[in-house]
């Protein structure tokens, strides 16, 4: 029976939100769309938008791996070919969780194409284990803000969802790239108990600050020791760019992911800080594309 086409959704992401490294994320009202069709003799990939002019070979792309895996996962056999129209509106090697809404897509696609039935937070795991971490690609397939963790071989991805407050979110991403791989070789190996602590005692107040909007506690809240101060010296004007957010009026910011882009939240409309955080970046000698974004309860799914 020829299979029906459609089209998948995914949306950003950022993850750590700070303290919360490899472990919150939070999902952005930007979304990264593919269109499936399977009436075709040959896999074709085709992109507009983000990353449009790169590699678009099927045995290197991300939405394939993810689609074919969650087949094997499943013992079904995938489609002899596929076409593939994407609109990439989620800049890659940003921080923004491009390529978790490409694995996301690529799962949803799967699970609907050949009628899997699988529940989206079951898709999780095996994104994880793609991905190499769960934060982005929890959030990017259940939609708001995400906690994941990975458990033991049994267990799979543990992953906790919660109900986060309408903020407003300025997002910078500089134009440099910054690939997870360099940003994590960039950490140390081992840290100083007392920086563990500092960590450890900002997570629940992040959690209580995002899902209640309380702006007083959210600058607190996602300080972090971790990763953050090994990564701003990657990103030209990095800490000043975060400076600027605060002193326009930015309740909390952090380095999205593992950058460059850049986030700060505030329930009030972002326009004057997101215009600080971009003359500061020019400043730096770097241009910059511009996010005004909310967050989205929604996570990755058929759209059409
Ligand atoms: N938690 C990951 C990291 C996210 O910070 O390396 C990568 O986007």
Not at 128 to 155: K, Q
Request: a negative charge.
């Amino acid at each position: 029976m020829a299979l029906r086409d459609f089209t998948v959704g995914a949306p950003a992401t950022t993850a750590n939100l700070g303290p919360g490294f490899d472990a919150f994320g939070l999902a952005f009202n930007l979304w990264s769309e593919v269109d499936f069709s399977f009436d075709c003799e040959r896999t074709t990939i085709s992109a507009e938008g983000y990353g449009a002019g790169l590699d678009s070979r099927p045995e290197t792309n991300l939405i394939l791996t993810a689609f074919k895996e969650l087949c094997r996962e499943s013992g079904v056999e995938p489609p002899r070919a596929l076409r593939l129209r994407c609109r990439n509106r989620i800049p890659f090697g940003s921080g923004l969780g491009s390529s978790a809404a490409a694995i996301a897509c690529g799962l949803v696609a799967a699970n609907e194409a050949l009628d899997l039935g699988i529940e989206a937070a079951e898709l999780v795991d095996l994104g994880s284990r793609i991905e190499g971490h769960p934060d982005n690609i929890a959030a990017a397939l259940l939609g708001g803000l995400t906690v994941g963790a990975m458990g033991d071989r049994e267990e799979g991805a543990l992953i906790a969802s919660y109900s986060v407050d309408d903020w407003n979110v300025a997002v910078i991403k500089p134009h440099i790239t910054i690939f997870t791989e360099d940003a994590r070789r960039a950490l140390p190996k081992t840290v100083a108990m007392e920086d563990a602590v500092f960590n450890i005692q900002r997570i629940a107040f992040l959690l209580s600050a995002l899902c209640g909007g309380d702006e007083d506690t959210l600058g607190f809240a996602m300080q972090d020791r971790l990763h953050q101060e090994y990564r701003l010296p990657l990103i030209p004007g990095g800490r000043e760019i975060l400076d600027a957010a605060i002193g326009a009026g930015a309740a909390g910011v952090a380095v999205s992911g593992s950058g460059p882009a850049l986030v700060a939240f505030s329930m009030k409309p972002v326009d004057g800080i997101l215009a600080a955080m971009a003359d500061t970046c020019l400043a730096a000698g770097i241009d910059c594309d511009q996010f005004n974004l909310k967050v989205s309860r929604d996570g990755a799914s058929v759209i059409a």
